[in-house]
């Protein structure tokens, strides 16, 4: 079973530049979970999805990200414009369901590395 | 509200030693769940166990245990005999178990380094 992917790995861009990722979950996994994690701190929940709809954005800075899952598979997360305190790593993970029936257990991509200067 | 807290920041133990990880949690569900991952260097979280807040059996899976107490609202992680590939850093989390999808809050982690 291959893996949740992620692309880039690490990007570097200077600030109010704009910048996307790309995140391909493993195959028949409904939700899709973007993770934004600062140095030294655990993920912090951007945006959540179930197959195609938002389940939970409450933490997602509207004004300058923006993330879309259009087929209910893959997922791309937008900043726009970049600021100096987006520099962070981006975790994309999913779960096989959600619901009580769900073990819970995400299955993390390796990141997508921002440096904003 | 619920935290998660993981006070120690960065333990450092020689090979062999054995070393707890603590996590300490805030909620006020009834109902939730408690996770352990680990973060290699490679950057991917790894999934290490799940319990939830009816069971408060103690796990035990190889070099691995977890003991979770209810009454101090902790759930700590013991590894037996480290070694080396352990290092990396742990997080603890908490989710809910009433809204239908996990919610997670992660802890701060706690970084581990096993020296040889």
């Known amino acids: 079973e291959a893996g949740v992917a992620q692309s880039p790995r690490y990007k570097i861009i200077e600030k109010r530049q704009s910048v996307a990722f790309w995140c391909n979950p493993i195959?028949?996994?409904?939700?899709l979970y973007w993770y934004q994690q600062i140095l030294g701190q655990g993920p912090k929940l951007l945006i959540q999805?179930?197959?195609?709809?938002?389940?939970?954005d409450s933490q997602l800075p509207k004004d300058r990200f923006s993330a879309e899952r259009l087929k209910g598979v893959d997922s791309t997360l937008k900043i726009q414009p970049a600021k100096l305190e987006d520099s962070a790593v981006y975790l994309c993970?999913?779960?096989?369901?959600?619901?009580?029936?769900?073990?819970?257990?995400?299955?993390f991509g390796e990141g997508s590395r921002l440096t904003v200067l | 509200a619920q935290k998660v807290t993981q006070a120690q920041t960065e333990i450092s133990v020689v090979e062999k030693e054995d070393v707890t990880l603590d996590c300490v949690y805030e909620?006020?569900?009834?109902?939730?769940?408690l996770f352990w991952y680990k973060q290699p260097p490679s950057g991917e979280l790894v999934f290490l166990i799940r319990?939830?807040?009816?069971?408060?059996q103690n796990e035990i899976s190889g070099r691995y245990s977890w003991n979770f107490q209810k009454s101090t609202s902790s759930f700590n992680f013991t590894i037996t005999a480290s070694q080396v590939v352990d290092s990396a850093v742990y997080f603890c989390?908490?989710?809910?178990?009433?809204?239908?999808?996990?919610?997670?809050?992660f802890g701060t982690g706690t970084r581990l380094k096993v020296l040889a």
């Open positions: 989390a908490l989710s809910d178990g009433t809204s239908g999808t996990y919610k997670y809050i």
């Open positions: 993970a999913s779960s096989r369901t959600s619901g009580r029936a769900s073990t819970g257990e995400l299955f």
């Open positions: 319990r939830n807040s009816f069971d408060e």
């Open positions: 195959s028949g996994h409904a939700t």
């Open positions: 909620t006020r569900d009834t109902t939730y769940y």
């Open positions: 999805f179930q197959n195609n709809g938002v389940v939970d």
